[in-house]
Nanobody, 125 residues
């Protein structure tokens, strides 16, 4: 499975960005998609997960109500719509893939995901 993120950039506080993650390869083996971020000097943080099969989602408290994870199943794309951005949202954002079961444990742990994109920078000022 190969994952490629896009859509990062610079935005003013209060603004919005939509990140995209294009998946290719044996995607049917990894139906739990997640978005993570890593802020400078911090550990990688789970933000949201989505089960491709039924669109079940889970969000971290830090982004609940501001970020939305969606997918275009036909195009193997997963999105992260980020609204009301804050300077503390500045980070490198990653998408990742995991087996289906990971989406139903109601926690978003980087160690549960075994395929990762290269990351895309988001800067909020």
């Amino acid at each position: 499975v190969q994952l490629v993120e896009s859509g990062g950039g610079s935005v003013q506080a209060g603004g919005s960005l939509r990140l995209s993650c294009a998946a290719s390869g044996y995607t049917y083996k990894r139906n739990c998609m997640g978005w993570f971020r890593q802020r400078p000097g911090k550990d990688r943080e789970g933000l949201a997960v989505l089960w491709i099969g039924g669109a079940t989602t889970t969000y971290a408290d830090s982004v609940k109500g501001r970020f939305i994870i969606t997918r275009d199943k036909g195009k193997d794309l997963v999105y992260l719509q980020m609204n009301s951005l804050k300077p503390e949202d500045t980070a490198v954002y990653y998408c990742a893939a995991a087996p289906t079961a990971v989406c139903f444990v109601h926690s978003i742990l980087p160690g549960d995901f075994d395929y990762w994109g290269q990351g895309t920078q988001v800067t909020v000022s």
